[in-house]
């Protein structure tokens, strides 16, 4: 079963700008926090942002400033706006979401979806 669709990637320029979304089941009970990896050819999968469900974020250094993490408690959808894209950036973006449960927590994935910025 799906329970994280992610959307919103393609190709941009250098300096460009793209909106992913990833958007949860409503079937996740109780989630925590939401955010984002990434993973570009030749390179190690790196976490990039996340948000709180309180609303306090966090973001890997090589984004602050160009990129903003967001979310929907309601709709228990996040939201990843990022500008001045570089090439550097151009990766498989994962969103999670983290799940408190009494044995432990659970994350749950994105498909992915490809960004791919050009120089």
């Known amino acids: 079963q799906v329970q994280l669709v992610e959307s919103g990637g393609g190709l941009v320029q250098a300096g460009g700008s793209l909106r992913l979304s990833c958007a949860a089941s409503?079937?996740?009970?109780?989630?925590?926090?939401m955010g984002w990896y990434r993973q570009a050819p030749r390179k190690e999968r790196e976490w990039v942002a996340h948000?709180?469900?309180?609303?306090?974020?966090n973001y890997v250094d090589s984004v602050k400033g160009r990129f903003t993490i967001s979310r929907d408690n309601t709709e228990n959808t996040v939201h990843l706006r990022m500008n001045s894209l570089k090439p550097e950036d151009t990766a498989v973006y994962y969103c999670y979401a983290t799940s408190p449960q009494s044995m432990g927590v659970k994350w749950f994935w994105g498909q992915g979806t490809q960004v791919n910025v050009s120089s």
């Open positions: 409503r079937n996740i009970f109780s989630i925590s926090t």
């Open positions: 948000i709180r469900s309180g609303g306090s974020t």
